[in-house]
């Protein structure tokens, strides 16, 4: 089956530096890739979609200059979160899906921790 | 506004059956997911329903009805590992996933 890595699973980081999380489709060609964030004991919290090769369209109240997202290839998109502050601790998830197929591919998940 | 609804807490007893219902109203439909999610770990895929009825996959199954919004995810054989919580999430006309807020369901013994 189709399978998302993410990397790394888990971090903890300096308020005011930044965090680069990357997202993986091992078997697919992801034409579309979502962030998720995810605090504790909340649904998931759709921040951003992208697709390869375009500007990542971001939810409404997420900032576009925090968060980078690059999807420069078909296989890899990145999340960046820039001047990273403790509220920014977190659990990002990413999701991936083909032209293909209607079902959305989950990563295992990144819990961002900011001390 | 697109709104999807599912009750935030259920209890049953291990080796029971749960039905967990999620109503939804969205712009659209594409199809119906349910995901479960444990503590700490990402969701997983349980079932995909686009048109009505029901789909049976072992101990889960899941049912929908279009023209009433409704669908349900039902438990049987309840295992003390079925403890999570369980995501229900439409696909609208853009083919965005629009989530529910999850069911935790409690397992006892």
């Known amino acids: 089956g189709a399978v998302v890595s993410q990397h790394p699973s888990w971090v903890i980081c300096k308020s005011g530096t930044s965090v680069k999380i990357e997202c993986r489709s091992l078997?697919?060609?992801?034409?579309?890739m979502f962030w998720y964030r995810q605090f504790p004991k909340q649904s998931l919290m759709l921040m951003a979609t992208?697709?390869?090769?375009?500007?990542?369209?971001?939810e409404q109240g997420v900032e576009k200059d925090k968060f980078l997202i690059n999807h420069a290839s078909l296989t890899l998109s990145t999340l960046t979160v820039t001047s990273a502050h403790p509220e920014d601790s977190s659990f990002y998830i990413c999701?991936?899906?083909?032209?293909?197929?209607?079902?959305?591919?989950f990563g295992p998940g990144t819990r961002l921790t900011v001390t | 506004g697109q709104n999807i609804d599912q009750p935030t807490e259920m209890t049953a007893t291990e080796g029971a059956i749960v039905q967990i219902n999620c109503t939804y109203q969205?712009?659209?439909?594409?199809?119906l997911f349910w995901y479960q999610q444990h503590a700490g770990e990402a969701p997983t895929f349980l079932s995909y329903?686009?048109l009505d009825g029901l789909e049976e996959k072992g101990r889960f199954s899941s049912f929908l009805s279009r023209s009433k919004g409704y669908s349900y995810l039902l438990l049987k054989e309840l295992q003390m590992k079925d403890s999570a919580s369980y995501l229900c999430?439409?696909?609208?006309?853009?083919?965005?996933?629009?989530w529910g807020a999850g069911t935790k369901l409690i397992i006892k013994p």
């Open positions: 992208s697709n390869e090769g375009s500007k990542a369209t971001y």
């Open positions: 999430a439409v696909t609208d006309s853009n083919y965005q996933l629009i």
């Open positions: 078997d697919f060609q992801a034409t579309t």
């Open positions: 329903n686009v």
């Open positions: 999701s991936a899906r083909d032209r293909e197929d209607y079902e959305q591919y």
């Open positions: 969205t712009s659209g439909f594409n199809g």
